[in-house]
């Protein structure tokens, strides 16, 4: 299982692929049992990658050319981010996992892999809060913060890595149970 902790592995192994091979990505959209509350749930994980990704560049570009947005962007985003991202996470380990789990055995690992992932990235939320936090700290005393962002960009950069992980085995573990079995994300 160590090999498919959410900082290590490259995807799903090939036995937790079955319904996924059989739903690629670019037939969801077209799949009769493909619906609203599933675009939305799609649409809420695209939101994540975007904001992670607006981070990364805010960082990046206040290290190449002091931004004076900086500070506010970066804290806004990263609270709007965060708690959205733990909200999100919440609504998926006592809703949609519990709903999902008795549809397919063969699945059974895969969701045990999601929830460990949940856990990690509720140590990588704290990390990125922390050292969010430290930047705007020594700004606001007025104190050189470029070192400390280029700190936060690391782990954001992580964070991004970690994340899109997660969306994607994800998305491929429940998009085609969704398909499958005709079950919904509500
Ligand atoms: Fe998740
Ligand atoms: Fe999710």
């Known amino acids: 299982m160590n090999d498919l902790a959410l900082e290590r592995r490259t995807g799903l192994p ?8 059989l739903y690629p990505r ?11 509350l599933t675009a939305f749930w799609l649409e809420r994980h695209l939101m994540f990658r975007q904001l992670m990704a607006r ?11 002091t931004d004076p947005r900086f500070a506010a962007e970066m804290s806004q985003y990263t609270g709007l981010f965060l708690n959205q991202l733990h909200g999100h996470h919440m609504i998926e380990d006592q809703h949609y996992f519990p709903q999902f789990i008795p549809l397919d055995s063969r699945l059974e690992q ?6 460990r992932d949940h856990h990690a990235l509720d140590g990588h939320i704290h990390a990125l809060a922390d050292r969010s936090n430290e930047v705007l700290k020594l700004m606001a005393a007025g104190e050189d913060e470029k070192r400390a962002v280029d700190l936060l960009a690391a782990t ?11 969306l994607e085995d994800e998305e491929e573990i429940i998009v085609p149970v969704v398909l499958e079995y ?3 994300l509500e």
């Open 14 to 21: 090939e036995h937790l692929r079955v319904l996924a091979e």
């Open 182 to 184: 005709g079950a919904d």
């Open 26 to 36: 670019e037939t969801w959209q077209g799949h009769p049992n493909f619906s609203g």
């Open 110 to 115: 895969g969701f045990e892999i999601l929830d």
């Open 55 to 65: 981070l990364i560049e805010g960082s990046e570009r206040h290290l190449d050319q």
């Open 156 to 166: 954001q950069r992580d964070f991004s890595g970690f994340l899109l992980r997660h």
